[in-house]
């Protein structure tokens, strides 16, 4: 596996919406790629005709019919917002001005 | 490079002498299943805000989602209506962005193994041709929610303050349609693309899949541009149109960016890969923003769900289902029933073809039925303000029986066309069928010869000048005089025999 660099960190970073220092950039950079390292084992094991396993049962089609379930109250649905109006969530604004 | 206007245009003819334009069309649409994809609540449009969510819509921790059966054999049907193979074994995606219309921060989708792929429609254009558009892919997804921006001008995205989601819509299933590049349409790409969706429309609603409405946003399509220089096979730099929600936009957003695009290349400029975003009412394109590290999406397989994989059985019971296709169904139906291309398109275009199908079922013949529906009744349905002719029938009680009944009436001799719209008038405002109309008014020609001689005597005697113009052979004069025989029949007369009577009398 190609060694992990800063900028990688730095891209990871931001599309985590983490705000890392520079000091923490260089920092994360070291045991990333010591986390990266432990893990690259199961590369080791033999997968020869083995399918990659995106679930851990061997099950398929698992559906529910079409009818409709009772959904929450809307005061209970908005109860762990941070900010709500009008019924509705109130989030930051979300394009940055320049 | 920077002296370049990115924003001016260059007029269409200038675009086509020096190049060719290549488009890829998206289209969402919402399914009309009663559920969303992933969870039981309702997808009712218009709920109070933030009423029809639950934790799995709103990706609270531990929320397991179940895929709802019924989306999925409609992405099958669609999928076959379009010509497309079907995925004998396929998954879900986790699509990684943050958005606050996306609540669980991951829109649930299909990545690398979509429900179908690679399929065609063929779409009939003005002139007659048909266009082949091919289709890359069609697959599952979900809707995100409604955001409603505060603080900048008229609901506008940039300069909000803050925004206020209501995810009623998250997690309503949504099937994406996603067209090959399609090359070779020159000038008649914007044609060719509105063409498309509303070929896409019909076929959509003739599954009944979804309602279709792009004015409600059930029904989206982005619109994806390039141009290569005429001569060259080497796809230029792309830009993709969003919310294009009507038929006219999509043609003018094509057209727009073609001419965009080419004022750009023109003057030596390159094109920005970027997202544009529609404007309606001023029909033009803005800049949205540009393809950056952001899109970055990070798809890996969704470990909550587990593959859908469709038995063939089922499949062909699917297939089963499918109506014919709406393109094939009109040109029989117009071969069938003797219309001609202008009267086909009237019918086509104020929504008959269903009723006019009806009643042709029901015995009329095919003009009658096209006359009354698309005639007096379609008339009455205007004056009175009707969205459509359909919907007022349904209102008014009217069937296609009472066509039958009274296209009977005018051919058994018992009415003329006047009093058939007199007739019209009376079951239009509830008085009854067309029989018992045409009792209670009293409406039914005089067969009486004897009255029907002395009346053109009268005529004839009262009018000597144009009686001798008749004599002298000048036939058409004799209109005239029928219309005087009319009157003094008080309408209740049969014209053609009144007519052959004056001439008998005049020139036998």
Known sequence: MAELTRDDVAHLAGLARIDLSDAELDKMVGELGIILESVAVVQQAPIEGVEPMSHPMPIVNVTRPDVVRPSLAADAVLAGAPAADQQRFSVPRILDED | ?508
């Open chain 2, 1 to 508: 490079m920077s002296s370049i206007d990115t924003e001016a245009t260059i007029s269409y003819e200038e675009v086509l002498e020096s190049f060719d334009p290549v488009m890829g069309l998206e289209v969402h649409v919402e399914l009309g299943t009663n559920t969303k994809m992933f969870c039981g609540c309702a997808t009712e449009f218009g709920a109070e805000p933030n009423t029809q969510v639950c934790p799995v819509c709103l990706g609270l921790p531990g929320a397991l989602p179940v895929v709802n059966e019924k989306a999925v054999e409609s992405a099958i049907r669609i999928g076959l209506a379009l010509n497309c193979e079907i995925a004998q074994w396929c998954r879900f995606a986790r699509k990684n962005y943050f958005y606050p219309d996306m609540p669980k921060n991951f829109q649930t989708s299909q990545y690398d193994e979509p429900i179908a792929f690679e399929g065609y429609l063929d779409v009939d254009l003005d002139d007659g041709s048909t266009y082949r558009v091919e289709i890359e892919r069609a697959h599952m997804e979900e809707d995100t929610g409604k955001s409603l921006h505060v603080g900048g001008s008229t609901g506008r995205i940039h300069g909000a303050t803050h925004s206020l989601v209501d995810y009623n819509r998250a997690g309503i299933p949504l099937i994406e349609i996603v067209t090959k590049p399609l090359r070779g349409a020159g000038e008649r790409a914007p044609e060719i693309a509105r063409a498309y969706v509303a070929t896409l429309r019909d076929l959509l609603k003739a599954l009944d899949v979804s309602d279709v409405k792009m004015e409600q946003g059930s029904m989206r399509c982005d619109v994806n541009l390039s141009l290569m220089p005429k001569g060259s096979t080497t796809l230029g730099t792309r830009t993709e149109t969003k919310n294009v929600n009507s038929l006219r936009s999509v043609e003018r957003a094509v057209r727009y960016e073609m001419c965009r695009h080419g004022a750009i290349l023109q003057a030596g400029g390159s094109i920005l890969q970027e997202t544009r975003h529609w404007h309606e009412d001023t029909g033009v394109t803005t800049s949205g923003r540009p393809k950056s590290d952001a899109d970055d999406y990070r798809y890996f397989p969704e470990p909550d769900l587990v593959p859908v994989a469709p038995p063939q059985e089922r499949v062909e019971e699917l297939r089963a289902t499918l109506p014919e296709p709406p393109a094939q169904r009109r040109k029989r139906l117009q071969s069938d029933w003797g219309f001609s291309d202008l009267e086909m398109r009237d019918v086509l275009n104020a929504g008959l073809v269903d009723l006019i199908g009806s009643t042709v079922e029901a015995g009329a013949t095919p003009a009658g039925a096209r006359k009354w529906w698309s005639g007096e009744i379609a008339r009455r349905a205007n004056t009175d303000g009707a969205v459509d002719v359909a919907t007022y029938a349904v209102e008014r009680g009217i069937t296609p029986a009472h066509v039958v009944e009274l296209e009977g009436l005018v051919k058994g001799g018992r009415l003329n066309d006047s009093m058939a719209r007199q007739v019209w008038e009376g079951v239009l405002d509830g008085e009854g069928t067309p029989t018992a109309v045409a009792d209670a008014r009293g409406l039914e020609l005089v067969q009486d010869d004897g009255a029907l001689e002395a009346a053109v005597d009268t005529v004839i005697a009262a009018n000597p000048e144009v009686a001798q113009k008749v004599r002298d052979g000048k036939v058409q004069a004799a209109g005239a005089l029928i219309g005087q025989v009319m009157k003094e029949m008080k309408g209740q007369a049969d014209a053609g025999k009144a007519r052959e009577i004056i001439l008998a009398k005049l020139t036998g």
